[in-house]
C-alpha cells in the first residue's frame, strides 16, 4: 500500500475512532441509575449549572456526577493507553504495562498509608502521586548505582522494588482496621472512578497535557527509540536523554491516573496492541489512535461498571474479565508475529 | 567531503589490557578501508570509536579536525553512519518504509517528524538499491540479504560521508556478498568513504584500495592491498596457514586456507 493511501486510511480510522468516542461520551452522559432521555441529557448539557437559577434533576447529575467521572475516565484511559505504548516501545517489549517500573504498587503504598492516617480524598491522591514518583525513582538509583545502562537492569530493578512495595502494602493491609480501612484499600486498588471530581481532575490536568503532549511529540523518536542501544545511538539519537524524558512522562501520566482512580489494569497493555494493529506497529501512528482508544475504552468500561448492576463494579474487575479474552484475540491475530 | 582519521588512538574495555593500542588510520572520501583481523582484537570496537559511540583511553578520533566524541550525537550521525553487525531489524514490527525513515533522525529535530520528501528519499534509495519493491514489506519477512540491504539503505538516508560496516557480508550467500560489494564500490565511486570489517581477505582483494590488519597485540597495520595482502602477512594475523596466490582465472589474487 502507498504510504500515502496508509495516511488516509489512518485518518479514517482516527475520525471513526473519534465520532465513536463522542456518541458514546453522551450515550454515558444519558445512562445510568437516572436514565435521562436524549433532549433532557442534551438540554441539560447545554445550560451550565453555574448559571442556572433553579437547577434541575437532570443538570444536577449531568453537571456534577457524570461529567467527572466521564472526562476522568476519557483521560485516565489516554493516560494509561499512551505511558503503556510508550513503555512497550522503548523496553522492546510488547508485555510491558505501565506499572513496569514499580509505579502502580507505590502509589497503592502512599494511597494505603493516607487511608490508614484517616485521609481525606485529596490526601489520598497527593500520597499515591508523590508515592508512586518515589517508588519509579528508587527503580531508577538501582541502574545508576551499578552505573548500568542496559534496559534489563531497570527491568530487574523495577520487579525488585515492585516486590519491596508489595509486600509494605501487605503489612499496612495487616494493620488495618478490618472492619473500614481494608475496605477502602482493597477498593482503592481495583480502581473506581465513582470518586473523580473537579478539584481532583483540575489538579492532575496539567501533568496530562503536558506529560502526554510531550509523548505525543515525541512519537517518532518512540519509534528510534526501539533500535538497538548501538543502533539508535549511530542514528543520531541523545539515547539516555530522550530515554529519561520518555520514562518521566509515562511514570508521570501513570502516576496521575492511579493517584484519581487507583489501579486499572490492563487498559495500557492492550490498547497499545490494538492501535499498533490497526497503524502497521508505527509508533508516529499509533500514538494518537492509542490516546484516543484508551479514552474510549475506560469510558465504555467506566459506564458498564455504573450501569450493569444497582451497585458499582469495580474497574479492575470488569477491564480483567474483558481484557483477557480480548488479549487472547489480539495474541491469535499476531499469531506469526510470536 | 571530510576526512576521518585517528591519532594515537588507544581504547580498552578495562583498564588493565588495552585491546587497540596507538591506532593511525585515515579515511578519505572515495576510498574503501578493508579491516581484517582475527576474532576478538577489537574491529568492531575501532568502528564504534570511529563513529563516537566509545571514548578513546587515548589519542583521539578527528572528523575534519573535530574530536568526534564531542561532537552532538546529531552532528556526528549528519557526517558518519554505522551499519553495526548486529541489528534489530528483524525484530522489529516496521515496514521496510518506516524503518528506513529512522535514518532521518539526526536531520530532524527532538519534536520533528519525516517530512514529504523523507518519504520520497526512502522511495530513492530504494530505487537505488534495485529494491523498490520491498518498500511496503515487514521487516521480519525480508531475506538475511534484503535485510542487509536495507540496514544499509537506512545508513544511506543518513546522507553520510563516510560509512562504516561491521561484517556487512557476514551469513550471506555468494550472490548477496557480490551484491553488497558492489554496492560499496559504487558508493565509494560516488565519493563515500568507506570502512568495513571482514573475515575474507578475497574481500579486501575485490575491493582493492586499502587494507588495515588488527594483530592480536591491538596493532594496526595499514597500506595498499597489493602490499598488504600476501601469505606472510595474513599467515601471522590469523595465527594459521594462509596462502596467497594470483590466479589467472580469476584475473587476482586469491586467499586459500590449508588444514
Known sequence: ?338 | MPTLATKALTYGYTKAKMCLNDINLTITPGQITTILGPNGVGKSTLLQLLCGLLTPVSGSVLLDQQNVSQLPPAKRAQAIALVPQMTSIGALPYTVLDYLLLGKTAQLGLFQKPREADYDQAQQVLGELNASDLLNRECQSLSGGQMQLVTIGKALMQAPQIMLLDEPTAALDYRNQVQILKLLQQLADQGLGIVLTSHDPNQAVLLKHHVALVDRTGHLEVGDMSDMINSEKLTKIYGTNLHVEYVASCQRLVCMITL
Open chain 1, 1 to 338: 500500500m502507498d504510504y500515502r493511501t496508509q495516511q488516509r486510511k489512518y485518518h479514517g480510522i482516527m475520525i471513526g475512532t473519534l465520532v465513536v468516542l463522542i456518541m458514546i461520551f453522551l450515550g454515558a452522559l444519558c445512562a445510568g441509575r437516572l436514565l435521562l432521555s436524549w433532549p433532557d441529557m442534551w438540554q441539560a448539557l447545554t445550560h451550565p449549572i453555574w448559571l442556572a437559577k433553579a437547577p434541575t434533576t437532570a443538570m444536577t447529575v449531568i453537571w456534577q456526577l457524570r461529567l467527572p467521572r466521564i472526562l476522568g475516565a476519557c483521560l485516565i484511559g489516554f493516560g494509561l493507553s499512551l505511558s503503556g505504548g510508550a513503555y512497550q516501545s522503548i523496553f522492546q517489549n510488547p508485555l510491558v504495562s505501565p506499572d513496569l517500573l514499580g509505579v502502580t504498587t507505590g502509589a497503592s503504598v502512599g494511597a494505603a498509608v493516607a487511608i490508614l492516617a484517616h485521609g481525606n480524598i485529596i490526601a489520598i491522591e497527593i500520597c499515591a502521586f508523590v508515592a508512586g514518583i518515589i517508588t519509579v525513582s528508587l527503580t531508577m538509583m538501582v541502574p545508576a548505582l551499578l552505573k548500568s545502562s542496559n534496559n534489563l537492569t531497570l527491568v530487574l530493578a523495577g520487579i525488585v522494588v515492585g516486590g519491596f512495595m508489595t509486600a509494605i502494602l501487605g503489612l499496612l493491609k495487616y494493620l488495618a482496621d478490618p472492619e473500614s480501612q481494608l475496605q477502602d484499600i482493597v477498593y482503592w486498588q481495583l480502581g473506581s472512578l465513582a470518586k473523580v471530581n473537579y478539584q481532583t481532575l483540575l489538579a492532575t490536568l496539567p501533568v496530562f497535557i503536558i506529560a502526554g503532549g510531550i509523548l505525543l511529540a515525541l512519537r517518532f523518536r518512540l519509534n528510534v527509540l526501539s533500535l538497538s542501544p548501538t543502533e539508535a545511538l549511530a542514528t543520531g539519537v541523545n539515547l539516555k536523554f530522550e530515554r529519561m524524558i520518555v520514562i518521566l512522562c509515562a511514570t508521570l501520566l501513570t502516576a496521575a491516573a492511579v493517584a484519581i482512580a487507583g489501579t486499572i489494569g490492563w487498559v495500557g497493555l492492550i490498547i497499545p496492541h490494538i492501535a499498533k494493529l490497526l497503524t502497521q506497529q508505527n509508533n508516529q501512528r499509533a500514538l494518537p489512535l492509542m490516546g484516543l482508544l484508551g479514552a474510549l475504552f475506560l469510558l465504555l468500561i467506566d459506564t458498564l461498571a455504573r450501569t450493569l448492576s444497582p451497585g458499582e463494579i469495580p474497574l479492575g474487575i470488569l477491564t480483567g474479565l474483558l481484557g483477557t479474552p480480548f488479549f487472547i484475540g489480539i495474541l491469535f491475530k499476531q499469531r506469526g508475529r510470536l
